[in-house]
């Protein structure tokens, strides 16, 4: 059974949430890091767009300043996300495909969702993997709704994957966020992410806390990829590579807005 590190629930700003995910794949593709779990939460809330996307496209970026709402590029792909400050659980996981026991992406997503799924049994919902499509990265759904999605970045023979657990939501405050080209106003767009997507809340009719989310994550985890999770830190390296990534790159307009970036 191989060792991974845990990094404890913490919570970060859009920019710094990001720079820590880079600085951990930088770190383990240089050898200097274990394979690692992390889960993260946002504050203040923020929307995150994949890399290749455009940004005047995917939000609404007048209704994100009124609000107090960050806008940040990922370096993973996939597409735009709402990330609540009360509402979700983000997981990263950094590892390398011969420790995931995978040799293709289809592989990898198939062996990070199989935590989710058994993480989510534990908390008593059953949930299903879908495969995505060209247009659409792998899911999790309950009875045919999205619950957690998530995307990947590849690099030298390691993988981050990161991505969302809906503990409850709030479909107004999402697509006053988010651009949906198709939609005459925001209430016609609402109507049908109802049917789309679902939470924790929703399928359980109750609340459930992040300590209890997070608990529930280590055990999937360590169950389905057969692990042990061993409680660590950010190095002093990683901590210092993440300041820099997050002042160099993840404020930045080039980089948020254009996605142009110096590394």
Same mark, same amino acid.
């Given at each position: 059974?191989?060792?991974?590190?845990?990094?404890?629930?913490? &919570?970060?700003?859009?920019?710094?949430?990001?720079?820590?995910?880079?600085?951990?794949?930088? %770190?383990?593709?240089?050898? @200097? +890091?274990?394979? &690692? @779990?992390?889960?993260?939460?946002?504050?203040?809330?923020?929307? =995150?767009?994949? /890399?290749?996307?455009? #940004?005047? *496209? *995917?939000? !609404? $970026?007048?209704?994100?300043?009124?609000?107090? +709402?960050?806008? #940040?590029?990922?370096?993973?792909?996939?597409?735009?996300?709402?990330?609540?400050? *009360?509402?979700?659980? &983000?997981?990263?996981?950094?590892? =390398?495909?011969?420790?995931? /026991?995978?040799?293709?992406?289809?592989?990898?997503?198939?062996? +990070?969702?199989?935590? $989710?799924?058994? %993480?989510?049994?534990?908390?008593?919902? %059953?949930?299903?993997?879908?495969?995505?499509?060209?247009?659409?990265?792998?899911?999790?759904?309950?009875?045919?709704?999205?619950?957690?999605?998530?995307?990947?970045?590849?690099?030298?023979?390691?993988?981050? !994957?990161?991505?969302?657990? @809906? %503990?409850? #939501?709030?479909?107004?405050?999402?697509?006053?966020?988010?651009?949906?080209?198709?939609?005459?106003?925001?209430?016609?767009?609402?109507?049908?992410?109802? !049917? /789309?997507?679902?939470? @924790?809340?929703?399928? $359980?009719?109750?609340?459930?806390?992040?300590?209890?989310?997070?608990?529930?994550? +280590?055990?999937?985890?360590? /169950?389905?990829?057969?692990?042990?999770?061993? =409680?660590?830190?950010?190095? =002093?390296? *990683?901590?210092?590579?993440?300041?820099?990534?997050?002042?160099?790159?993840?404020?930045?307009?080039?980089?948020?807005?254009?996605?142009?970036?110096?590394?």
């Amino acid at each position: 059974m191989d060792d991974w590190r845990l990094l404890k629930l913490e &919570t970060y700003d859009a920019f710094m949430n990001m720079a820590i995910d880079e600085a951990i794949l930088n %770190a383990r593709i240089e050898g @200097l +890091i274990t394979d &690692t @779990l992390r889960f993260y939460r946002w504050k203040p809330s923020a929307v =995150s767009i994949g /890399k290749f996307q455009r #940004v005047e *496209e *995917e939000v !609404q $970026l007048e209704n994100c300043t009124e609000r107090g +709402i960050d806008v #940040v590029r990922r370096i993973t792909g996939g597409g735009t996300v709402y990330h609540d400050a *009360e509402d979700e659980i &983000t997981y990263s996981v950094v590892a =390398s495909k011969e420790s995931l /026991k995978a040799n293709d992406i289809a592989e990898v997503y198939a062996r +990070i969702y199989s935590g $989710l799924t058994e %993480a989510l049994g534990v908390l008593g919902v %059953a949930a299903d993997f879908n495969e995505g499509s060209a247009k659409a990265c792998p899911n999790l759904t309950v009875n045919g709704r999205k619950i957690s999605g998530s995307a990947q970045c590849h690099k030298r023979g390691v993988v981050l !994957q990161h991505g969302t657990i @809906l %503990a409850d #939501v709030n479909l107004e405050k999402m697509f006053a966020c988010l651009r949906v080209p198709w939609a005459k106003n925001c209430v016609q767009v609402v109507a049908v992410a109802r !049917q /789309k997507i679902t939470s @924790l809340r929703n399928e $359980l009719g109750k609340n459930v806390s992040a300590e209890e989310m997070n608990q529930a994550l +280590i055990e999937g985890f360590q /169950k389905a990829l057969g692990i042990k999770l061993v =409680s660590g830190e950010l190095t =002093s390296h *990683e901590r210092e590579l993440a300041e820099a990534l997050c002042r160099q790159k993840y404020v930045t307009d080039d980089w948020n807005l254009r996605g142009r970036s110096s590394d």
